[in-house]
């Protein structure tokens, strides 16, 4: 049998059939639908590179749809890649459809529905792929099916010029190098694939960071609601509440933590601005979402080592009124279980002492330190847990 199918000596009436039947020989069953009202002209030229079925299609403009009924006739997992030579092409599957144009490479799995519409004459390059051959996830796979890619860089650039001579060539080439090209192709291919599968992830991983930075201002912007809470922030930002929690795997500080965080460095903040116009400790934790005044007192003396009064006092104190409230805490050592605990003002010498004087870490040393209390039978999870649901967060 010829590699060669042409419409060139059937009669008008029969040529859709006849490019119907060219179609499936060559390619795939599908159904098409041609386009104009003149005498439809088509070529294919198709050979076998190795395990590879190459052609060259050339045809005036057509449309053709991949249904469940061909895919079930023909069910050979088949991966297709072809080269745009001349006019359009659209490609639709798996809710994407691209365009491609002259020079771009197109993909699409013939297992799975897709329709490719020519809106005018063309040409172009297409070598179906064994399934088998590439050796990818579908996860992975599904990443370049129903996408067009541009040839100017890449492992495109490099997969281009090699199917193009392959499918000019493909009548040349001895079995030896036939299945040679074949394995180099389709692992030029798969190096396509790894490389989307890559993009993707940094996609992702751009998006999350980007989504947990909208997740931060969101908070900071809602930090006097009472009612704030991973359940709020996640439903602000269109996520569920169990992928809130793992955008904030990697940044070291759960949602709820967060919360109470933000929340007490800008009662501190309070806290420390004199004058006779000064709220009461009450107002500024009512201010900051604290409803409850003993849960507050309670978790600022976690994070500061003075209940919010005497930190107050002391900041008249020193004057360190004006100052800008960094983000402090008092480190002190873990209470056993047992172990009497110290006079308050030896424990505050203790705390200056191991921080040289200042009596002040940082939040993060406390979420430390708050740990191995709790770990030892202290009370540093005072920082996570309040009496009251609105208080904990």
Known sequence: MSPVLTTASVPDEHR??????????????????????????????????????????????????????????????LVAVALQMSGTAVLTQDGRQVVANPGDLFVWDTTRPYSLDFPERFSTRVVHMPRHMLGLPDEDLRHVTGAVFSTDRGCAAVLMPLLDTVVASAGAFSPAAASGLANGLTDVFSALVAECAEDTVTEV?????????????????????????????????????????????????????????????????????????ALTVSSIAQRWGFVNPTHFSRVFRGAYGLPPREWRSMRMTTGDTDAEVPRTVVRRPPRLVGTPARPAAASRSLGRSLVGGSGFGTLAELDSAGADASRLGGDADGLERGPQGRDAG
Request: charged letters at 30%; aromatic letters at 4%.
């Open 205 to 277: 991983r751009n998006a999350g960071n980007q989504l947990v930075r909208r997740v931060r201002d969101h908070i900071d912007e809602n930090l006097r609601d009472p009612d704030l809470s991973p359940e709020s922030v996640a439903k602000a930002n269109h996520i569920s509440v169990r992928y809130l929690h793992r955008l904030f795997e990697s940044e070291g500080i759960t949602v709820s933590r967060l919360i109470q965080r933000r929340r007490l460095e800008e009662c501190a903040r309070e806290l420390s601005r004199g004058g006779r116009t």
């Open 16 to 77: 859709l059939a006849y490019w119907r039947r060219a179609v499936e020989q060559a390619l795939v069953p599908v159904t098409i639908a041609l386009r104009g009202d003149r005498p439809f002209e088509g070529r294919i030229v198709s050979h076998r590179v190795g395990a590879l079925r190459v052609s060259s299609v050339e045809a005036d403009g057509y449309r053709v749809s991949r249904t469940p009924v061909h895919i079930t006739r023909s069910p050979e997992p």
